[in-house]
């Protein structure tokens, strides 16, 4: 059974930074892109991140210049880092998996994901 756990979530400070980080289990963690992705009330799922099996990375316009995401293919972790958050940062942030080694940017390109974390930017 696939499991994918976020962590990391929580209140910050506009301008401040946060780690989200997603623990995988239950798939061939090596060969699956995984991506972040984060929704608010009565709005679609939209993609933020997404790395691919060997490191090769994309992001949204909006987070691209101060995130990061990194993966651990030893201990099955991915990391998000976002730096110089704003107020409509603030969402529900999901981790999730596709089986597939390539980049993907859509919902349903993924087979797998988590409960989410919740990310508030508020002073």
């Known amino acids: 059974q696939v499991k994918l756990v976020e962590s990391g979530g929580g209140l910050v400070q506009p301008g401040g930074s946060l780690s989200l980080s997603c623990a995988a289990s239950?798939?061939?963690?090596?060969?699956?892109?995984m991506g972040w992705f984060r929704q608010t009330p009565g709005k679609e799922r939209e993609f933020v991140a997404v790395?691919?099996?060997?490191?090769?990375?994309a992001y949204t316009p909006s987070v691209k210049f101060r995130s990061t995401i990194s993966r651990d293919n030893d201990k099955n972790t991915v990391t998000l880092q976002m730096n110089s958050l704003k107020p409509e940062d603030t969402a529900v942030y999901y981790c999730?998996?596709?089986?597939?080694?390539?980049?993907?940017?859509?919902?349903?390109?993924?087979?797998?994901w988590g409960q989410g974390t919740q990310v508030t930017v508020s002073s």
């Open positions: 239950g798939l061939t963690f090596s060969n699956s892109a």
């Open positions: 999730a998996a596709r089986t597939h080694k390539y980049l993907g940017t859509m919902p349903e390109q993924y087979d797998y």
């Open positions: 790395i691919n099996w060997s490191g090769n990375s």
